[in-house]
C-alpha cells in the first residue's frame, strides 16, 4: 500500500543566498547517496524503459545488497528493475509494466512473478501520475475517472471509489505515492542541483521530484552556476527540490542519457540472455557472472566503462545519439 498523505516531501535546502552566507553545494559521493537507501525502503525511479535509469547507483544498491526494496517508476521499467529482482532484493513493484521491448519479456521480473517471490501489484500509468500529483500537492488523494469499467479497479490497491462533492457519478481516488528516496538521472546539474534533463520522458522525473522525500540525481556532468543561468529555461528541475547531487559520467548506461549518448543495445541483449538462462534453467551460473563482472567486482564506474567496451563503445553511443 501506499504511504499515508501525511507522509509529506521534505523540501532540501534551497541553496538561496542570504546575508553574509554562502550557497551551499549539494555535490555528494556514490557512498554518501548509497547511504540514504535503507532495507525495507519505498524506493522511486526515474526515466523510463531504457532512458534515463539510475543505473550506476542502482549498481551500487546491488553491490551492497540493499533488499526488501518497494520500488516505484515511471511508465515503463526494464533492465534496471529486472537487475534489482534478480539479484533478490525486490519485494514488491508498483510500475506498469517492465520489459525489454524487442528483447522479449523481462526474465527476473517473470520468474520472481510467477514463482511468488515478488508481488506485481496491478496498476496503470494514470494511477502513477495521480498517486505522485497528490504527493506533490500535499494531498490525501488524487481524482481519476478513467478506471471505470475495467477490471484494474478489483485489483489495484492504490485506489478507492468514492462520491465527489461534485457530480452524479462516483469516480477513483488514487493514494500518494510519496517514495522514501528517488533515484534520478540526467545530463548535467550545477552544484546547487539545477537539473537539466533532455529525456521525453522528463515530465515523469519532475513529478517523481515533487512527491520524493529524499531525492538524488546522477548527472553525466556537473556544469557551473554560469552555464545555467546563462539558460535558465533549459533547467528541468529546480533545486528546490533535490537533495543531492552526484557526478557518474555514463552513469545511465546501458540505457540511454539523451543529448549524450544512446542506448547500449547490445549490452542489454547480454544482460537478457543471461537472464532468460537463468529463469529456464539451462544455465544459472550466467546470470551470476554477469552481476560479478558488471556489478560487484568494478571498483569504480571507469572500470565499468572499461568492460562493457571502453572508450570505442561510448564514442559509438555518442555518434548514434546525435544521429537521432
Not at 124 to 147: N, Q
Not at 247 to 268: K, N
Not at 294 to 320: F, Q
Request: net charge neutral.
Amino acid at each position: 500500500m501506499g504511504p499515508s498523505h501525511t507522509d509529506k516531501p521534505q523540501f532540501p535546502d534551497t541553496g538561496r543566498l542570504g546575508k553574509d552566507k554562502k550557497r551551499s553545494t549539494k555535490i555528494a559521493s556514490v557512498d554518501e547517496v548509497v547511504s540514504l537507501i535503507k532495507p525495507g525502503c519505498k524506493l522511486g525511479l526515474g526515466g523510463a524503459l531504457h532512458e534515463s535509469r539510475p543505473v550506476a547507483l542502482l549498481r551500487e544498491v546491488v553491490k551492497r545488497r540493499i533488499g526488501d526494496l518497494s520500488v516505484y517508476s515511471g511508465p515503463v521499467a526494464g533492465y534496471d528493475v529486472d537487475l534489482l529482482i534478480g539479484a533478490g532484493l525486490v519485494k514488491e513493484t508498483f510500475i506498469p509494466a517492465i520489459t525489454f521491448e524487442s528483447h522479449g519479456l523481462a526474465p527476473n521480473f517473470r520468474e520472481a512473478v510467477e514463482g511468488g517471490l515478488v508481488k506485481a501489484h496491478i496498476l496503470d500509468v494514470l494511477t502513477v501520475v495521480g498517486g505522485l500529483m497528490a504527493a506533490a500537492l500535499g494531498l490525501p488523494f488524487f481524482p481519476i475517472a478513467a478506471l471505470k469499467g475495467t477490471d484494474e479497479v478489483k485489483y489495484n490497491p492504490l485506489i478507492k471509489k468514492f462520491t465527489p462533492p461534485f457530480g452524479d457519478e462516483d469516480i477513483y481516488a488514487v493514494q500518494p505515492i510519496a517514495p522514501d528516496v528517488v533515484l534520478l538521472h540526467a545530463a548535467e546539474s550545477d552544484p546547487f542541483g539545477n537539473i537539466r534533463n533532455y529525456g521525453a520522458f522528463r515530465s515523469v522525473d519532475q513529478l517523481l521530484a515533487k512527491a520524493g522525500k529524499t531525492v538524488v540525481v546522477s548527472v553525466d556532468k556537473i556544469v557551473s552556476p554560469e552555464t545555467i543561468m546563462q539558460d535558465p529555461y533549459r533547467t528541468t528541475i529546480p533545486c528546490v527540490y533535490i537533495h543531492k547531487v552526484v557526478e557518474i559520467p555514463y552513469g545511465a548506461h546501458p540505457t540511454a542519457s539523451p543529448s549524450v549518448y544512446s542506448t547500449d543495445d547490445d549490452h542489454i541483449a547480454e544482460y537478457w540472455q543471461a537472464a532468460e538462462l537463468k529463469r529456464t534453467g539451462r544455465n544459472p551460473e550466467v546470470f551470476k557472472s554477469y552481476l560479478r563482472r558488471y556489478v560487484d567486482e568494478p571498483e569504480s564506474i571507469y572500470r565499468y566503462l572499461e568492460l562493457v567496451g571502453g572508450m570505442r563503445k561510448l564514442v559509438e553511443l555518442e555518434k548514434e545519439e546525435r544521429q537521432l
